[in-house]
């Protein structure tokens, strides 16, 4: 069982950067593809970004490409999605997931753990 906490959310105003992190646990970090979604109250969660194992490659979602790289760092555990040139739209609950599987990391089903998230908001 992988327990993914996020943190590093918080309030920043549009054309500001923040990065987000995931720490996992409970699992060895290296055998995961990691993925970021976001969702906003009453739609549905949203693929952002992924990154595989063991090749770290990495995809995006069209709106964030060039803004939002993310990144993993296997000996701690931990994933990031720097988020760069933000604008209000940017504003949601971010979660972490982990997949056992380079397939469907553009899909919720694709993931079999997640965390809780953490919030983002850019004001304008």
């Known amino acids: 069982q992988v327990q993914l906490v996020e943190s590093g959310g918080g309030l920043v105003q549009a054309g500001g950067s923040l990065r987000v992190s995931c720490a996992a646990s409970?699992?060895?970090?290296?055998?995961?593809?990691m993925g970021w979604f976001r969702q906003a109250p009453g739609k549905e969660r949203e693929f952002v970004a992924a990154?595989?194992?063991?090749?770290?490659?990495?995809y995006y979602t069209d709106s964030v490409k060039g803004r939002f790289p993310i990144s993993r760092d296997n000996a701690k555990n931990t994933v990031y999605l720097q988020m760069n040139s933000l604008t209000p739209a940017a504003t949601d609950v971010y979660s972490c997931?982990?997949?056992?599987?380079?397939?469907?990391?553009?899909?919720?089903?694709?993931?079999?753990?997640w965390g809780q998230g953490t919030q983002v908001t850019v004001s304008s």
């Open positions: 409970g699992g060895t970090f290296s055998r995961y593809a």
């Open positions: 990154v595989t194992r063991p090749c770290g490659s990495t």
């Open positions: 997931a982990a997949s056992l599987s380079n397939d469907n990391l553009r899909r919720s089903i694709g993931y079999n753990y």
